[in-house]
């Protein structure tokens, strides 16, 4: 059974481009969020996706952009890097209707910005 | 708002004895639920553990236990029987009913010592 995939697992971009994250969900879940983790900081929410639509939105700018297709996997697309983009990016898959909500992570995507 | 307050940033214990954890948190709910989660330096989030705000007993999976102290808000996390994989960061989650997004601590890094 295929846990959270995440992909490109490390990349160093340049300020003022752009980049794409890509997360597959753990088999059979279909709820898809992204996590901004900063060195020493715990994980601050971005987005979810559902039905192939953002559900709720953290306190990030528009520059931050997801994507869900089909096949519940995700896209987290940033523009106009900065140096503060630079962290750890995790995507986390649920079921939508579960009890307790549980969120199961993938090992992340390191963004440097230089 | 919810917040999660973890006062320990880093805690030492010795192999095969038992720690402790703390959080508290804050919220105006009254439905909402507590997650613990441990992060190796791999970077991936690993669910331990939940508890749901209604729930009456203290929830256990395994070596790991959440002493739940409601009038308190804190939910701190028991680790029996200490093993030297159990050095990781730890993170304090809570969500609630009506909101999709997970508010997380900024950690404990756990360190067991042979």
């Known amino acids: 059974d295929a846990g959270v995939t995440q992909s490109p697992t490390h990349l160093i971009k340049t300020r003022g481009q752009q980049v794409t994250l890509r997360c597959s969900p753990k088999?059979?879940?279909?709820?898809v969020s992204w996590y901004q983790q900063a060195l020493g900081q715990g994980p601050q929410f971005i987005f979810q996706?559902?039905?192939?639509?953002?559900?709720q939105r953290g306190n990030f700018p528009d520059r931050f952009s997801g994507h869900q297709f089909p096949n519940y996997s995700s896209e987290l697309n940033v523009n106009a890097l900065l140096l503060g983009d630079s962290a750890l990016y995790l995507c986390?898959?649920?079921?939508?209707?579960?009890?307790?909500?549980?969120?199961?992570f993938g090992e992340g995507s390191r963004l440097t910005v230089l | 708002a919810q917040k999660i307050t973890q006062t320990q940033p880093g805690m030492f214990v010795q192999e095969k004895e038992a720690v402790t954890l703390d959080c508290t948190y804050d919220t105006s709910d009254q439905s909402y639920g507590l997650f613990w989660y441990k992060q190796p330096s791999s970077g991936e989030m690993i669910f331990l553990i939940y508890q749901g705000s209604y729930d009456e007993q203290n929830a256990t999976e395994g070596r790991y236990s959440l002493n739940f102290q409601k009038a308190r808000k804190s939910a701190n996390l028991v680790i029996s029987a200490s093993q030297l994989g159990d050095s990781a960061m730890y993170f304090c989650a809570i969500t609630s009913s009506g909101t999709y997004k997970y508010i997380f601590g900024t950690g404990t890094r756990l360190k067991v010592l042979a």
């Open positions: 996706y559902y039905e192939e639509e953002e559900r």
């Open positions: 088999s059979g879940h279909d709820t």
């Open positions: 986390a898959s649920s079921l939508a209707l579960t009890n307790t909500g549980e969120l199961f």
